[in-house]
């Protein structure tokens, strides 16, 4: 926790930041309203103990801006015997808390506690409504326990990290267990996916706005960088990021601020930023299609995650718990070894999201609480055809398979298929094809499917 102590008096500041650092509290000072905005200005602070009265702009005043600059920071006001009228008026404008003077500095400590923690737990669940969550990394493989000790390396750190693996392998499940087992585990995961957003909505969402500051902002939202505050943001599918937002992105990252649209102001954050991605933006970068700069501000800890085929002795495992996670109206239900035998043999293009999909459609089709071979539906694509049919065609054969053929026609077969092994699930089709949410979405229209 950090605190900022502003009042005017040295022998008052010097006390509290002495009595809050035996607590374990890190502190700032500021002696006048203009330095406590000069400080607010450039560091985050988890509270703010603020008097009443200041030389030239009051407690009151330096309340009001922070409340104007959306600051997240709880205040508690200290006022004389005086001034309870002006501290009550302070509690009507915004401030959590306030003491009379003089206080017990146990007292303020137990009630600054209280607010950052109170606020803290805001943030979480307010995570936890606007971003998806996950699950727990399950497997005893080699790889998966090799990556199991590297995350606990990862995680004892504060570094950028960029997570890279094929759709389904469980990016974010990785990024919410190097959170779990950070010294931040406490604060708020805030997971986005990047191109699950339309790009219009998109600087918004990660930045923030203020009332006005276009059509339909009616009131000031925090955005994702604000709302993990000290915790975690999870930036997944980095790869689909427009140009315009990586330049603002990689500002971010390098002077660790954002401004909220519509702001005149840049907000601190103090967020450890992971990413992640199926595509290789080393050929992004060649391409033209991502900063390079950007890249090596993501790419500063890498964490390769291995394809459910490399690891397929972990298929039981993650079998039994995707089945025990999703449950179930008959009670425990669980695959025999010949489902197993079936499933491990399987190649698994789809990954650990794929394997979830075919379970939720063995428990459809399964009687009892046992799961069969002959339950297992893969789906599996169809192979080449036939060498009767795209051989060289003999005299007078016809030159080609009958049907339509063309590459719209191909698109669309590849698409209804990829819709149908995704339950109707748009963006975990365009993740099975390769496809940013925006393209499947766009040739669904153009198909009209």
């Known amino acids: 926790m950090r605190v900022l102590i502003v009042d005017d008096e040295k022998n008052i500041r010097e006390s509290l930041k002495k009595y809050l650092s035996l607590e374990g509290i890190d502190s700032a000072e500021a002696e006048s309203g203009e330095g406590a905005l000069k400080q607010l200005e450039g560091e985050s602070f988890d509270a703010v103990i603020l008097d009443l009265k200041l030389p030239g702009i009051s407690g009151q005043?330096?309340?009001?801006?922070?409340?104007?600059?959306?600051?997240?920071?709880?205040?508690?006001?200290?006022s004389a015997h005086g001034e309870i009228s002006d501290a009550v008026a302070a509690l009507k404008t915004g401030a959590k808390d306030y003491l009379v003077k003089p206080f017990d500095p146990a007292e303020l400590v137990i009630r600054l506690r209280s607010l950052v923690e109170n606020k803290r737990r805001e943030n979480v669940i307010e995570a936890e409504r606007r971003t998806a969550g996950g699950t727990m990394m399950v497997g005893d493989s080699p790889e998966m326990r090799q990556l199991s000790a590297r995350i606990d390396k990862i995680a004892a750190s504060d570094v950028t990290v960029l997570i890279t693996g094929e759709s389904g392998t469980g990016k974010e499940v990785a990024a919410?267990?190097?959170?779990?087992?950070s010294p931040d585990r406490d604060e708020p995961f805030v997971a986005v996916n990047i191109g699950g957003i339309h790009e219009g909505l998109m600087e918004s969402e990660l930045f923030g706005h203020e009332k006005g500051s276009f059509t339909g902002a009616a009131a000031r939202k925090q955005g994702l960088f604000e709302l993990a505050g000290r915790g975690c943001l999870f930036l997944d599918e980095i790869g689909e990021m427009p140009m315009p937002l990586q330049v603002k992105l990689l500002r971010v990252l390098q002077e660790r601020r954002v401004r909220r649209l519509g702001g005149v102001s840049d907000i601190p954050i103090n967020a450890r930023i992971i990413s992640a991605t199926n595509k290789n933006l080393e050929t992004l970068v060649q391409e033209g299609r991502f900063r390079e700069d950007l890249y090596y501000r993501l790419n500063v800890l890498r964490i390769s995650l291995p394809p459910l085929r490399e690891r397929s002795a972990d298929i039981p495992l993650l079998a039994a718990h995707l089945l025990a996670r999703r449950g179930s109206r008959s009670g425990a239900i669980t695959p025999d070894d010949g489902a197993l035998q079936k499933l491990s043999a399987y190649d698994f293009p789809g990954n650990i999201r794929e394997l979830e999909n075919i379970l939720e459609r063995a428990l459809i089709y399964c009687e009892g609480n046992v799961i069969r071979a002959e339950d297992?539906?893969?789906?599996?694509?169809?192979?080449?055809?036939?060498?009767?049919?795209?051989?060289?065609?003999?005299?007078?054969?016809?030159?080609?398979?009958a049907g339509d053929w063309s590459m719209e026609a191909l698109?669309?077969?590849?698409?209804?298929?990829?819709?149908a092994r995704c339950g109707g699930n748009r963006t975990k089709a365009a993740e099975l094809l390769g496809l940013s949410r925006k393209t499947i979405l766009n040739k669904i229209k153009a198909y009209g499917l």
Do not use: Y
């Open 61 to 78: 005043g330096v309340l009001e801006w922070m409340l104007k600059q959306g600051l997240p920071a709880p205040a508690i006001m200290i």
């Open 176 to 181: 919410r267990e190097i959170h779990a087992r």
């Open 376 to 401: 297992i539906d893969l789906h599996e694509r169809q192979g080449p055809a036939p060498a009767a049919v795209v051989s060289p065609p003999a005299s007078g054969a016809e030159p080609c398979p």
């Open 411 to 419: 698109e669309k077969k590849a698409i209804m298929d990829a819709l």
